[in-house]
């Protein structure tokens, strides 16, 4: 069984690729986790094991040893430069923070174990939410207003992750309350994955999947996941239940829904826009008539027996608005808060002042 978090020892479900940012420290494979079949990665994430690293290291050396092209590089190459340079080494190993930031300080000065393991942890998971981001900038770096809908697509993600790494590196809140927004975002992780338990045995029956005492791993998911959630309670909290997925244990004020996040990270980056821009993607990522019909343009019309025919696509205008723009603003922005809150002394080149 899962014993009680300690000062030696914090449990969790383990990181599963593409789930979980947060590893647990000093732990045993979880029961729960190893009864499922799926990856978990347990311990400390130090820098040679992180399972980014070779990944990260790959695009760096790409990046280095593409041939010079005529022109300058195009606003998305320059945008994912500076991010993967401000975090990742030549070597493609994630920076440790630096000692005297401000992250760091909170870190020290945080008097409950399981509150400073997570701050502790955050670095790993916001640097795989910026090489997220970086990942879409070379991807739309191949694109152009001929591809609307794989822009839009594209451009939809990178803000998701650009705006929760912005929320993590707000400069305006303590440790406390950064602490807090960790253990949101490590609970609807680790709620996610029971969740996706509960999905497999539902879905393929017991003859095919083969894990046993399924049912029983399931049952001490939510068991851990409720115990966590109790002990971060105790770093101060009020702990709250929801019946929304993802949201089942709640500390202090829920999480913003991420159309909220990502309006905030534009408008600070942008200025208002007329409309949420990511109401006007959702649409179009989810196929819907409306949406799709906005990748239109207008004022390029063909006549048909049939009626007129309108071009496909974004013109240098509706590019630089709705891809070019808020694509490379939410990524610098949201980097550079990282980077000042956990790197400072390269803030200033990052931000272009040196």
Same mark, same amino acid.
């Given at each position: ?5 300690? #000062?030696?020892? /914090? ?11 947060? /590893? ?6 979880? @029961?729960?986790?190893?009864? !499922? ?16 690293? =070779? ?18 590089? *195009?606003?998305?190459? $320059? ?39 997570? %701050?502790? +942890? %955050? ?7 910026? @090489?997220? @981001?970086?990942?879409? %900038? ?51 992780? =680790?709620?996610?994955? @029971? ?5 497999? !045995? &539902? ?26 959630? =109790? ?16 949201? &089942? ?46 990748? %239109? $343009?207008?004022?390029?019309? /063909?006549?048909?027996?049939?009626? *007129? ?14 891809? #070019? ?13 990282? /980077? +000042?809150?956990?790197?400072? !002394?390269? !803030? ?7």
């Amino acid at each position: 069984m899962i014993g009680p978090i300690g #000062r030696d020892w /914090v449990p969790a479900l383990g990181r599963v690729p593409g789930l979980c940012g947060f /590893v647990a420290a000093r732990t045993t494979q979880p @029961v729960a986790a190893a009864r !499922s079949g799926l990856p978990v990665d347990t311990g400390f994430a130090d820098a040679k094991r992180w399972p980014l690293a =070779e990944a990260v290291r790959s695009a760096i050396y790409e990046l280095m040893a593409k041939k010079a092209e005529p022109g300058a590089p *195009t606003a998305f190459a $320059t945008a994912r430069t500076r991010v993967l340079h401000a975090l990742i080494d030549d070597a493609g190993i994630e920076r440790p923070i630096e000692r005297d930031s401000k992250l760091a300080r909170e870190i020290s000065a945080s008097m409950h174990d399981v509150a400073q393991h997570f %701050l502790g +942890e %955050l670095p790993h998971h916001c640097t795989m939410l910026a @090489v997220a @981001v970086a990942d879409a %900038l070379a991807s739309l770096d191949r694109l152009d207003g001929e591809l609307p809908f794989g822009a839009i697509v594209l451009v939809r993600g990178l803000a998701e992750c650009a705006a929760d790494l912005y929320w993590l590196s707000d400069p305006e809140i303590d440790g406390s309350e950064r602490a807090r927004r960790a253990f949101l975002v490590y609970l609807s992780q =680790e709620e996610t994955v @029971v969740r996706q338990l509960e999905q497999l !045995s &539902k879905r393929v029956p017991p003859e095919i999947h083969k894990i046993p005492d399924l049912p029983e791993a399931i049952a001490e998911g939510w068991e851990s996941l409720n115990r966590h959630a =109790e002990e971060m309670a105790a770093a101060g909290y009020r702990l709250r239940t929801t019946n929304k997925p993802g949201s &089942k244990y709640i500390l202090g004020d829920a999480k913003p829904s991420i159309s909220a996040l990502i309006d905030g990270l534009i408008v600070d980056q942008l200025g208002k826009t007329a409309l949420n821009l990511y109401t006007s993607y959702s649409p179009i990522a989810h196929g819907d008539g409306e949406g799709l019909g906005s990748l %239109l $343009t207008r004022s390029a019309t /063909v006549e048909t027996p049939d009626g *007129t025919r309108y071009r496909r696509g974004f013109d240098e205008q509706m590019w630089d608005e709705r891809i #070019r723009s808020p694509a490379t603003r939410a990524a610098t922005g949201s980097v550079g808060a990282w /980077v +000042e809150l956990a790197y400072p !002394s390269r !803030s200033a080149m990052f931000r272009g002042r040196s």
